[in-house]
């Protein structure tokens, strides 16, 4: 007499993670239930509803969440540090030779 299959537990749902255009509706579980930020350990989601590896980034520490992403992209630029410079070319406190961009 043939074995029954072994009943399968039911998909649980995924609503989303941290990271930036995740998708935050209720949906199954993609192939990887879990992807994290290299950088903050915040759950991204799960492998549905991210963006590719190499467009990952966290909304909770605001960098690249996966390794090929900085790669292809280099480091985040800090806010704060660019609004000092523009401050300090704004008021005059800095010649305009000395501007990096």
């Not at 039911?10 to 879990?34: Q, V």
């Not at 963006?51 to 909770?60: G, S």
């Not at 605001?62 to 090929?68: E, L, N």
Request: overall charge positive; aromatic content about 4%.
């Amino acid at each position: 007499m043939p074995r029954p299959k072994p009943s399968t537990p039911p998909l649980g749902k995924c609503i989303g993670g941290y990271s930036i255009g995740c998708r935050t509706d209720e949906h199954p579980y993609g192939k990887l239930m879990n992807i994290y930020c290299m950088v903050c350990k915040a759950r991204m989601g799960c492998s549905i509803c991210v963006q590719p590896a190499a467009e990952l980034a966290c909304k909770q520490c605001h960098q690249w969440a996966t390794a090929v992403a900085l790669r292809q992209h280099g480091p985040m630029v800090e806010a704060d540090k660019v609004l000092d410079r523009v401050r300090e070319i704004v008021s005059g406190a800095a010649l305009l030779e000395d501007v990096p961009f």
